[in-house]
């Protein structure tokens, strides 16, 4: 069935520093790949989404690309900010009877001032 | 306007008792979840309904059982709390069931003491 697995945190970075959490997904059929992000004390809001193979999902400078020849969805951001400390999960849906999005284990960033 | 809404947001309550998350939203949406999420911030989904239809029920312990009155409410009934049920639980919708994001309520903090 599809499955996603993306870096352990935590990730401890200075601010303006170049972020990458990267995700790797294996699926069947053509999902489209999300990244959720997780601010303290509040629910997942969708960051950014792709919906097929080479697309790339951007938002609040965040971007990531559909890589189906590696199977990825590597988050980015050239600078962060100390607002964007939170966890961060890549999620796909799973197309089959069950229909239901599964997420990674999360990656809780941390951004130094 | 508040999209996805559940209540109440914090939740503390004795062992052996009976509880009731509330879930709503104004989107119009088809299909609606509930997920679990651990203090490891693992995110599991329990169940969803689309239509009012229970389409999945995870391996969650029967004292648990979601409610659908109309597509646009979801409510989550627990009995007999355990202090394992301790957790952050999160009501979702989306569209449909299919390849699509999921929009997230700001989730209830359940304490079992």
């Known amino acids: 069935g599809n499955s996603v697995t993306q870096m352990e945190g935590p990730v401890t970075l200075s601010e303006e520093a170049f972020l990458t959490i990267n995700c790797t997904y294996t699926a069947t059929g053509y999902p489209s790949l999300f990244w959720y992000v997780q601010y303290p004390g509040e629910g997942l809001q969708l960051l950014l989404k792709?919906?097929?193979?080479?697309d790339k999902g951007s938002n609040k400078g965040f971007e990531a690309t559909y890589r189906k020849e590696t199977t990825s969805f590597h988050l980015e951001k050239g600078s962060v900010q100390v607002s964007d400390s939170a966890v961060y999960f890549c999620a796909l849906p799973t197309l089959n009877r069950d229909d239901k999005i599964i997420f990674g284990k999360g990656t809780r960033l941390h951004i130094l001032p | 306007d508040t999209a996805v809404s559940q209540t109440p947001k914090y939740l503390v309550t004795q062992m052996g008792n009976d509880k009731s998350i509330k879930c709503e939203q104004n989107l119009g949406h088809d299909t609606m979840y509930w997920y679990k999420q651990d203090s490891k911030k693992f995110l599991k989904i329990m169940f969803s309904y689309n239509n009012k239809e229970l389409i999945i029920n995870e391996t969650v312990p029967n004292r648990f059982s979601p409610k659908s009155p109309d597509k646009a409410h979801l409510n989550l009934h627990i009995n007999s709390l355990e202090l394992g049920d301790s957790a952050v639980y999160f009501c979702?919708?989306?569209?449909?069931?299919?390849?699509?994001?999921?929009?997230f309520g700001q989730g209830t903090r359940l304490t079992v003491v």
């Open positions: 979702a919708s989306s569209l449909t069931r299919g390849n699509t994001e999921a929009f």
């Open positions: 792709a919906t097929k193979a080479d």
